[in-house]
């Protein structure tokens, strides 16, 4: 009678911890999944935070690149045109007019001892650097300027990029990439969490 106590007792309690085990189950497969899901959000930051400086860095290349081809492009021209007397000294520009930059051609012609001898009408109300350095990007608080060497007549060209072009360019390239890989999240946690009930499903036949 005793010996029968006692696997009688053993049975109940062998029957009371799978049960208690079926039901931490979820609760597991729940935790496991939200653990997962953290470091796969953690990546996800990650990669986003790196896609940004890398579309940024790339994206400043091939406007730079740009700014440089238009502005070796328009120097012959323009040059041309100066001692053609087709341009008026300094662009006649004036500074109260009401320009938009961001459409404008920002660009100024300038001889060997520095004097800008030319320029476009909106140049005026742009901000350019205060010397000329041939053959460099430089970043003003508003430009991005890119000087030419001299040519053989002796001028160089200064051409200007609205930097608040290149934000907004930026922008929208990287919300574009941004919004959906914001369906990654919540797709990614049910993924994981349907796996996670997989492999814990062994957990119900013990």
Known sequence: ALWRRRRVGARLRLS???RVMAARRPTLARRLALLVSLGLGAVW???LLTMAMVLRHEQDELYDQQLKV????LLPVLSHAWRAGLLPPDGGGDPAQAV???EALLWR???RSGRVVASAPAAVAAMFPDRIA???HRRTATHMVYATGYDAAGFALEFADPL???AEAWR??????LLPMLAILPLGYMLVRWITAQALRPLDRM
């Open 45 to 47: 930051v990650v990669a």
């Open 16 to 18: 009371h911890g799978v």
């Open 70 to 73: 238009s502005a070796e492009t």
């Open 172 to 177: 929208d390239s990287y919300l574009a990439f």
């Open 134 to 136: 041939p053959l460099r």
């Open 100 to 102: 938009d930059l961001d």
């Open 164 to 166: 608040a072009e290149r």
């Open 109 to 111: 012609l300038i001889d």
